[in-house]
């Protein structure tokens, strides 16, 4: 048997198939023959129908599987696609594991779709004109977006809101746009808009509904949701429909767009003209107008399709043909429904699979509740939202003022049955279990919509058993009862990696928080919330412990508050803790035992046991000399440059031994530590501002530069990152970062918790409007707040989504002083500000710290001769393993040679 490599011109990922080799001349029994399998289709349904197939005994001893995929890239997760813009990688959103393909023997052919199905001989045929038979076909085919037959639809500069590709090709166009229109006012057409707008385009909505998001809100939502977002600038059009896409070539010889004379403008977009008569001077359409089932292979071969489209399948995900199977947004359900939700699809992924390898199961529906943040507004939905069931009524919370809008429908029998959520979604878990469970409330529905009782529900841990708690797998309460008390799960990542349950869209998790403690609680187990198995208390017990006591070293906390010597966990934090209360350098005494990997050579250790240089460049304002000085350190020390998304330079490749020749030379130069190896700020972004762009109405690099010096080596629970946008255009994308700043026109707007994580989450507007001794006293306060309280290696948009009342829980803190500590965190910031020291030039002025930057402990001055360097992209990078010559580790001792 033969395989397929994957090659740079054939974009095929293939496993290697193996035969036993045979030591006797008596062969041995023939191995079972495979049946094939062909997945037309590799995304997120796609990949789950191949993951739940190989979770059934035996399947891939049974099929033999070839997946065609239309895009050149493995399946990714869309339910993130508009986190690319914030810096999420194609790679983070990658839903195939590196391993999965080679591990059941799966061959991918990217960019290579089906093009034609022979039903009667069992064959597929692909675009590239490949013969693939098959004794089952699943098609995965999904659904493409509806673009309004409008006339100058085609234009250039007009996109589509899909997939990667379309991604790409909308950040090229707007780089040179100035406004954009989105067409659609559902799910996807609100979060392009938000990429426009994050893009700095001015950006319109035109919705032909009558409201944003019909399908999820009702009246009263939608009114709350297009406040919400029109505060952010965003310019909504709702009633009206496009009527047609003018051009430049379609424009007189002298007409220009504020004065634009490119000379590529003819065939681009120029306006947009509406049915209510407006015209909207646009650089840039994305259509969002909804979406439609890929069924044209289908309805090629014959098989029965549904009146609106839709691959007509049974409760078994089967079409017609008993040989073909139909999933995801292709599909028309048993039910008559097209479901255009990811986990309706893994529903009947998983139908399919269990199928296909024997089982019996049957898909008759599913859970289209949605939670979202759209524009940075919380919207959810569940359930039967917009109260279509007889005889049932509403109960409505409104607060205009706040951007809050709440809507409980409840049944005949007092059950929950569905509801809206506009503007705070914290009960959505617990609400979206309730409806799902069909069980008669047992609270007054008025308490679980009143601000005063968002913690009163506590349904979830007296619900039947047969309650989905997580619709994304289909997990139910008892499947996770069942995962505490007979498979012994006594966390909830545990528990995760059981049931699946909350590995979704995580909208369950706190609902899984809960039911988890409340069953080991029930068991007896006491639920330990201290910060490892040396210390009872939280990191905020510990780090108030730390102030209050003013301990200074780690062996007498531990002597007093904890047990043993500790551990990885709780050494570096109650390092971090010191060091964030002025503890002393970090690499002196006691303290340098404790630090992190990368703390022990403030460097940032590398893959390939190298070092990266980070020097700090506030605000990315750096002088010609700065930059000759960085260039001359690369050149001599033969270090690999990068351009950061932060504004500043990384020099890689660096060994422990010339970690210190580098600093030197960087702080005679007027540079310093740019803390990039610390859990601590890493850099304040900056866009021009008002100095030099036409739209500033702040010096945003001035006040970038001053942050980035008042906050440089804060340490902290986990690395801040912030920026300053000089305009609403924000150019520097700070409703990404744990912090960050926008101008007005009359003062700055602060926005915090957002973050370009696991979970990319847009910040919230914690104030307006302020001045700048206002804004500058509230960052302090909010950042030493948070250091104080966060949970080890939590973030700032974890900890806010955690906080106790949330943001307005952290508005009364820092903005009224409810709890009455704001004095403190004053203080706490300004024994920062007046104490901080630059640890790199610290550690060179001291002979005893230089002693740990050393490469090997028997050759402390002699860099060893064999380690080889070679080219990378016209660069120098250290030697791989597989290559001849040393790899250097960190704080190597031994010499580790790769042949």
């Known amino acids: 048997m033969t395989t397929t490599?994957?090659?740079?011109?054939?974009?095929?990922?293939?496993?290697?198939?193996?035969?036993?080799?045979?030591?006797?001349?008596?062969?041995?029994?023939?191995?079972?023959?495979r049946k094939d399998?062909?997945?037309?289709?590799?995304?997120?349904?796609?990949?789950?129908?191949?993951?739940?197939?190989?979770?059934?005994?035996?399947?891939?001893?049974?099929?033999?599987?070839?997946?065609?995929?239309?895009?050149?890239?493995?399946?990714?997760?869309?339910?993130?696609?508009?986190?690319?813009?914030?810096?999420?990688?194609?790679?983070?959103?990658?839903?195939?594991?590196?391993?999965?393909?080679?591990r059941y023997g799966v061959e991918l052919r990217l960019g290579d779709p089906a093009a034609s199905i022979d039903r009667a001989a069992r064959r597929v045929t692909t675009a590239a004109g490949h013969v693939l038979p098959y004794d089952a076909l699943v098609l995965a085919t999904g659904s493409y977006p509806f673009v309004p037959p409008v006339p100058g639809h085609a234009a250039e500069g007009c996109h589509v809101y899909r997939t990667l590709d379309d991604l790409e090709a909308i950040r090229a166009d707007a780089a040179a746009a100035r406004v954009g229109a989105v067409v659609g006012g559902g799910l996807l057409g609100l979060e392009a808009a938000g990429a426009l707008r994050a893009m700095g385009l001015e950006t319109h909505v035109v919705e032909f509904a009558?409201?944003?998001?019909?399908?999820?809100?009702?009246?009263?939502?939608?009114?709350?949701?297009?406040?919400?977002?029109?505060?952010?600038?965003?310019?909504?059009?709702?009633?009206?429909?496009?009527?047609?896409?003018?051009?430049?070539?379609?424009?007189?010889?002298?007409?220009?767009?504020?004065?634009?004379?490119?000379?590529?403008?003819?065939?681009?977009?120029?306006?947009?003209?509406?049915?209510?008569?407006?015209?909207?001077?646009?650089?840039?359409?994305?259509?969002?107008?909804?979406?439609?089932?890929?069924?044209?292979?289908?309805?090629?071969?014959?098989?029965?399709?549904?009146?609106?489209?839709?691959?007509?399948?049974?409760?078994?995900?089967?079409?017609?043909?008993p040989?073909?199977?139909?999933?995801?947004?292709?599909?028309?359900?048993?039910?008559?429904?097209?479901?255009?939700?990811?986990?309706?699809g893994y529903a009947m992924a998983e139908t399919a699979a269990l199928a296909l390898a024997g089982g019996d199961a049957a898909f008759t529906?599913?859970?289209?509740?949605?939670?979202?943040?759209?524009?940075?507004?919380?919207?959810?939905?569940?359930?039967?939202?917009?109260?279509?069931?007889?005889?049932?009524?509403?109960?409505l919370y409104s607060n205009s003022r706040e951007g809050v809008y709440k809507k409980l429908v409840i049944g005949a029998d007092g059950a929950?049955?569905?509801?809206?959520?506009?503007?705070?979604?914290?009960?959505?878990?617990?609400?979206?279990?309730?409806?799902?469970?069909?069980?008669?409330?047992?609270?007054?529905?008025?308490?679980?919509?009143?601000?005063a009782s968002a913690d009163a529900p506590a349904g979830p841990v007296t619900l039947p058993d047969d309650a989905v708690v997580c619709s994304c797998h289909n997990v139910t309460q008892g499947a996770i009862k069942d995962a505490v008390h007979e498979r012994g799960c006594r966390t909830v990542p545990e528990v995760k990696k059981c049931t699946r349950a909350g590995t979704g869209c995580g909208s369950c998790v706190k609902v899984l928080d809960t039911l988890v403690t409340g069953e080991l609680a029930a068991e007896g187990v006491e639920i330990a919330r201290g910060?490892?198995?040396?210390?009872?208390?939280?990191?905020?017990?510990?780090?108030?412990?730390i102030r209050v006591k003013g301990i200074d070293s780690f062996s007498r906390l531990i002597d007093e508050h904890g047990s043993g010597e500790g551990c990885d966990v709780c050494k570096p934090v109650v390092a971090s803790i010191l060091a964030g209360l002025g503890g002393g350098h970090i690499l002196d005494g006691e303290q340098a035992a404790l630090q992190d990997t990368n703390d022990h050579h403030l460097a940032n250790l590398q893959r390939n046991g190298s070092y990266s240089v980070v020097p700090r460049v506030p605000g990315g304002e750096i002088t010609p000399e700065g930059l000759i000085t960085i260039g001359e350190i690369a050149r001599d020390f033969r270090l690999y440059t990068k351009i950061t998304g932060g504004q500043r330079i990384d020099l890689f490749g660096a060994r422990v031994d010339q970690l210190p020749l580098i600093w030197k030379r960087l702080v005679d130069a007027g540079f310093e530590s740019g803390h990039a190896y610390g859990k601590a700020l890493r850099t304040v972004k900056s866009c021009v501002g008002e100095t030099w762009c036409r739209y500033g109405v702040q010096d945003s690099v001035a006040l970038a530069i001053e942050l980035e010096l008042r906050y440089r080596g804060l340490r902290a629970p986990h690395k801040l990152k912030s920026a300053v946008s000089g305009c609403a255009r924000e150019?520097?994308?700070?409703?990404?970062?744990?912090f960050g700043v926008i101008a007005t026109s009359a003062g700055w707007n602060l926005y915090v918790g957002g973050n370009g994580g696991m979970t990319p989450r847009h910040a919230d507007l914690l104030a307006a409007d302020l001045d700048r001794e206002t804004l500058i006293r509230t960052i302090d306060r909010f950042l030493m707040f948070y250091i104080r309280t966060a949970d080890r290696l939590e973030r700032t948009a974890p900890w806010l989504e955690r906080l106790e009342g949330g943001l307005d829980h952290l508005r009364a803190v820092v903005l009224e002083d409810s709890l009455g500590i704001c004095a403190d965190l004053d203080e706490l910031m300004s024994r920062h500000v007046a104490t901080y020291r630059d640890e790199w030039a610290a550690t060179l002025a001291d002979p005893e710290r230089l002693r740990r930057f050393v490469s090997f402990a028997n050759a402390p001055d002699t860099p060893d001769p064999t380690v080889r360097f070679v080219p990378e992209r016209g660069q120098i990078r250290p030697a791989r393993p597989d290559e001849d010559g040393l790899v250097l580790v960190s704080g190597a001792e031994l010499e580790v040679r790769s042949r």
């Open 210 to 321: 009558p409201r944003l998001m019909a399908l999820q809100v009702d009246e009263g939502g939608g009114a709350v949701l297009r406040r919400k977002i029109e505060d952010l600038g965003v310019v909504v059009h709702t009633g009206a429909g496009t009527e047609r896409i003018d051009t430049h070539g379609d424009a007189p010889a002298d007409d220009t767009h504020d004065g634009d004379t490119r000379a590529d403008a003819t065939g681009r977009v120029r306006a947009m003209a509406l049915s209510d008569g407006t015209e909207l001077p646009v650089d840039l359409v994305v259509f969002s107008a909804g979406v439609r089932p890929r069924d044209q292979l289908a309805r090629d071969c014959g098989l029965p399709v549904g009146e609106r489209g839709g691959i007509a399948v049974d409760e078994r995900c089967r079409t017609a043909d």
């Open 5 to 33: 490599a994957t090659t740079a011109t054939t974009p095929t990922a293939t496993a290697p198939a193996t035969t036993p080799a045979t030591t006797s001349a008596t062969p041995p029994p023939a191995a079972p023959t």
């Open 731 to 738: 150019c520097a994308e700070a409703q990404s970062k744990d």
């Open 323 to 344: 040989h073909i199977w139909a999933i995801g947004e292709c599909a028309l359900a048993a039910d008559g429904r097209v479901y255009g939700l990811v986990a309706p």
């Open 531 to 545: 910060l490892c198995e040396h210390f009872t208390q939280t990191r905020a017990e510990l780090y108030e412990i």
């Open 37 to 102: 399998l062909v997945l037309v289709g590799h995304g997120m349904v796609g990949q789950r129908f191949l993951e739940a197939l190989f979770e059934q005994p035996g399947a891939a001893a049974h099929w033999r599987v070839t997946v065609l995929a239309e895009e050149n890239r493995p399946a990714y997760d869309r339910v993130r696609l508009t986190s690319w813009f914030s810096g999420t990688t194609a790679e983070e959103l990658n839903l195939c594991p590196a391993d999965f393909l080679a």
């Open 416 to 451: 929950l049955l569905g509801g809206v959520l506009v503007g705070d979604t914290e009960a959505y878990g617990v609400l979206r279990t309730l409806a799902g469970s069909g069980a008669p409330l047992s609270a007054p529905p008025e308490q679980l919509v009143l601000p």
């Open 365 to 395: 529906g599913a859970d289209t509740s949605t939670k979202l943040k759209l524009l940075g507004v919380d919207v959810a939905s569940f359930g039967d939202a917009h109260g279509t069931a007889e005889g049932c009524l509403d109960v």
